[in-house]
Structure formats: structure tokens, C-alpha cells
């Protein structure tokens, strides 16, 4: 059965800390992992990673995928309050387009 | 928002009436798909569309149909709404991006059944 584990579930941090946010996957057919960040809404895209140890970087968040250990992090440094938010992985895997399974997500909260 | 836009955006119906949710895109995307979010599951896939008349399951169908009869239009319906089809419904389409597929969702659709 195809599955996500993300951990923690739920964070609480300062601003100006760092984060590490994990994901864990077991797919058939791996094709690419996919991060969103879901505030009060939809969920907003991130990052795609598809190759194994390079990372991905935007701002203050980067992101590195290892398809040996079937695993991704999501790293946020310096963080601030607007940082608070749900952040969700997922895989694409499968056929043609592929489709995506979500973990249930990391609640990170970010307190002044 | 890749253009993405759903109706209605919030909802409540009682139990046991017919509910149609639209989604409407206005850039051509060939793939959509149904989502809904609870606490606890986070997102699971309900339906999803390849083209014009052409859809398959997810992986929580039951109780759910679809249709496609136009590119840019990919309707939802609870033909006979249950309270445990209460939650948040997400539309999203398939784009590619630096060669490779990205899903964007919708804004969503906030449904209760009493």
C-alpha cells in the first residue's frame, strides 16, 4: 500500500530558529516529490525535487530529496511568524501523468 | 492560481439532497482532479479527469460521481449527501513545470451536511 509519513506533526518554534521538517514514502512507480505550504486556503507549491541530493532552494526554505532512503527534508532557516502554516509532501508516482498521495502534514506554528 | 476558480465556495445541505460542486479552469490543462481534506487524512484524491469524458477513481470515490464534458469544466456530485461528506473540497489541474508534472489547486470549497 502506498503511503507518507511525515514527522513531526506539529512544531513550535520562535521566530528566528531553524526547522527541519521529514517525509517518508513508499510509492510504486516514483516519478517526483512534491512540497506545499497550506495556510487558511488552498495549498501553494513549493518545491518538485526529482533527482537524489540536490537541493532545492528558495529564500530561507531548501529542500533535498534521497531516493535510497525514500525520504525528503524540508529545512526553513530564520523563521518568521508569516512561516506558520501546514506543510505538506507528496509524491507523484505512477503512469502518464502520474497522481499524487499526501502526508497528512507538519502544523508548524512560529511564535514571536 | 493557474486559473482555477470553484463554485460554490461554501455550502451546507442536508442529508440525503444532491450537491453539485463546479470547477472551472481557463487554460486548457488537460488533467483535473477532486480532492477533499479532513483533519486527521489531509488530502486524498476523489476523482480525477484525463480529458473530455474520459475520468477514473481515486482513492475515496464511494458515494461520488464526475463529469468532463468540456475541457475547462470538471463537475463533483454527492448524489445523495451523507454528514460524512462534510469537508473541504480542493480542484486542482496538472501543469507542467521545468518539464516535469506540478499540481495547483483550486481555492476550495467548504461543504456541510447537517
Request: glycine share 8%.
Amino acid at each position: 500500500e502506498d503511503k507518507v509519513v511525515q514527522s513531526p506533526l506539529s512544531l513550535v518554534v520562535h521566530e528566528g530558529d531553524t526547522v527541519t521538517l521529514n517525509c517518508s514514502y513508499e510509492v510504486t512507480n516514483f516519478r517526483s516529490l512534491l512540497w506545499y505550504k497550506q495556510e487558511k486556503k488552498a495549498p501553494t507549491f513549493l518545491f518538485m525535487l526529482t533527482s537524489s541530493g540536490i537541493e532545492k532552494k528558495s529564500g530561507r526554505l531548501s529542500s533535498i530529496l534521497d531516493k535510497k532512503e525514500l525520504s525528503s527534508i524540508l529545512n526553513i532557516t530564520a523563521t518568521q511568524t508569516g512561516d506558520s502554516a501546514i506543510y505538506l509532501c507528496a509524491p507523484l508516482y505512477g503512469g502518464s501523468q502520474g497522481n499524487l498521495i499526501f502526508g497528512k502534514g507538519t502544523k508548524l506554528s512560529v511564535k514571536p | 492560481d493557474a486559473g482555477i476558480t470553484q463554485s460554490p465556495r461554501h455550502k451546507v445541505t442536508e442529508t440525503g439532497t444532491p450537491v453539485t460542486l463546479r470547477c472551472h479552469q481557463t487554460e486548457n490543462h488537460r488533467y483535473m482532479y477532486w480532492y477533499r481534506q479532513d483533519p486527521g487524512h489531509g488530502l486524498r484524491l476523489i476523482h480525477y479527469s484525463y480529458g473530455v469524458k474520459d475520468t477514473d477513481k481515486g482513492e475515496v470515490s464511494d458515494g461520488y460521481s464526475v463529469s468532463r464534458s468540456k475541457t475547462e469544466d470538471f463537475l463533483l456530485t454527492l448524489e445523495s449527501a451523507t454528514s460524512s461528506q462534510t469537508s473541504v473540497y480542493f480542484c486542482a489541474i496538472s501543469s507542467r513545470t521545468g518539464g516535469k508534472n506540478t499540481q495547483y489547486f483550486g481555492p476550495g470549497t467548504r461543504l456541510t451536511v447537517l
